[in-house]
């Protein structure tokens, strides 16, 4: 038995509430540890990729674009939904050619992490991506997206003054500036 298996909880049985393009919302009902039970409201989202890219002057490619969720235009690393039996590579070349008109020769996995699991099963990856070509944006019909190159210090003051506010953003920013 592994030492944290006393914390699981056991699915007893679950409802789709909703299921859409991009998200599917169910109700899971699940005996805690203690022997009670409860109801579990989860979002299921098939995960991302999120793209850390670095000009040859060591600046980060980011994008702007307005986030309809947050009701406000963000500053964000970019990032996309994987497509069902896409390769997380292959995601993250496609979304950073995609969103940035960049299209790096060198690309490297670094971390995955889960980006609010405390309702929602999203897991994201974040890739590292150098030695770009610039190419051309192929954004998607419904997305209108600024990109701005910045340096990582610069990104960092955006982040302490409340400016850059998407949680995979500073992630990426601080695993930089860390590493």
Same mark, same amino acid.
């Given at each position: 038995?592994?030492?944290?298996?006393?914390?699981?909880?056991?699915?007893? +049985?679950?409802?789709?509430?909703?299921?859409?393009?991009?998200?599917?919302?169910?109700?899971?009902?699940?005996?805690?540890?203690?022997?009670?039970?409860?109801?579990?409201?989860?979002?299921?989202?098939? $995960?991302?990729?999120?793209?850390?890219?670095?000009?040859?002057?060591?600046?980060?490619?980011?994008?702007?674009?307005?986030?309809? +969720?947050?009701?406000?235009?963000?500053?964000?690393?970019?990032?996309?939904?994987?497509?069902?039996?896409?390769?997380?590579? =292959?995601?993250?070349?496609?979304?950073?050619?995609?969103?940035? $008109?960049?299209?790096?020769?060198?690309?490297?996995?670094?971390?995955?992490?889960? +980006?609010?699991? $405390?309702?929602? =099963?999203?897991?994201?990856?974040?890739?590292?991506?150098?030695? %770009?070509?610039?190419? +051309?944006?192929?954004?998607?019909?419904?997305?209108?997206?600024?990109?701005?190159?910045?340096?990582?210090?610069?990104? %960092?003051?955006?982040?302490?003054? =409340?400016?850059?506010?998407?949680?995979?953003?500073?992630? $990426?920013?601080?695993?930089? %500036?860390? =590493?």
């Amino acid at each position: 038995m592994i030492e944290e298996d006393f914390l699981k909880e056991k699915t007893l +049985s679950f409802t789709y509430i909703y299921q859409g393009k991009i998200i599917n919302l169910r109700q899971d009902k699940v005996k805690l540890p203690d022997g009670r039970e409860t109801v579990r409201e989860i979002v299921e989202h098939p $995960g991302a990729v999120v793209i850390l890219a670095l000009t040859d002057d060591n600046k980060i490619v980011m994008i702007r674009q307005f986030r309809k +969720s947050a009701d406000e235009v963000l500053w964000e690393l970019p990032a996309g939904k994987i497509e069902p039996g896409e390769d997380l590579k =292959n995601c993250a070349l496609r979304e950073l050619e995609e969103e940035t $008109g960049y299209y790096p020769r060198k690309i490297k996995k670094l971390i995955t992490f889960f +980006s609010t699991p $405390g309702f929602c =099963n999203e897991k994201l990856t974040l890739f590292l991506a150098e030695d %770009l070509e610039k190419r +051309s944006k192929n954004e998607d019909a419904d997305e209108f997206i600024e990109v701005e190159l910045i340096k990582p210090n610069k990104a %960092l003051k955006l982040v302490e003054q =409340n400016i850059i506010k998407d949680a995979k953003t500073i992630i $990426g920013i601080l695993y930089l %500036l860390v =590493n």
